[in-house]
C-alpha cells in the first residue's frame, strides 16, 4: 500500500514531500495535499520529508486516520498534480499540532 497524507496536513501544504518524491505522486487542493496511490511506488522518501508527520505508511496507518486512504485516492483522481515545492499555507504555523481538522479540509 503507498504512502498517505493525514490530517497534519490540512492547513499547513508544507510541499517537501513533493520535492522528494521521485514518482511525482502527489496532487494539490485548496488546503490540502495527496498521494495518488496508482503513482506512489512505496519509495517512502516522503515520509521524513514532512515536517509535521503527516505523511504515513499505508500499512501502519492508525485507525484514527484510516479515512485518509480514500480520500487520498479519491482527490488524486480530481485535483492537479504537483511537482514542485511551493510556499506553505502563509498560517500554516498555526495549525501545526491542531487535531480534528478533517472538518476544514477543503475539497
Known amino acids: 500500500m503507498p504512502f498517505v497524507v493525514t490530517e497534519g496536513c490540512i492547513n499547513c501544504k508544507n510541499t517537501s514531500c513533493v520535492e522528494a518524491c521521485p514518482s511525482e505522486a502527489f496532487h494539490e487542493g485548496p488546503n490540502f495535499l495527496v498521494i495518488n496511490?496508482?503513482?506512489?511506488?512505496?519509495?517512502?522518501?516522503?515520509?521524513?520529508?514532512c515536517p509535521l508527520a503527516a505523511i504515513m505508511d499505508g500499512t501502519k496507518i492508525p485507525e484514527s486516520q484510516a479515512h485518509f486512504v480514500q480520500i487520498n485516492a479519491d482527490m488524486a483522481l480530481v485535483w492537479p498534480k504537483?511537482?514542485?515545492?511551493?510556499?506553505?499555507?502563509?498560517?500554516?504555523?498555526?495549525?501545526?499540532?491542531v487535531v480534528d481538522k478533517l472538518k476544514l479540509l477543503e475539497t
Request: hydrophobic share 30%; net charge negative; proline share 14%.
Open 37 to 49: 496511490p496508482d503513482s506512489c511506488f512505496d519509495c517512502g522518501r516522503c515520509k521524513p520529508a
Open 82 to 97: 504537483i511537482t514542485e515545492k511551493i510556499a506553505p499555507a502563509p498560517d500554516a504555523e498555526e495549525w501545526e499540532g
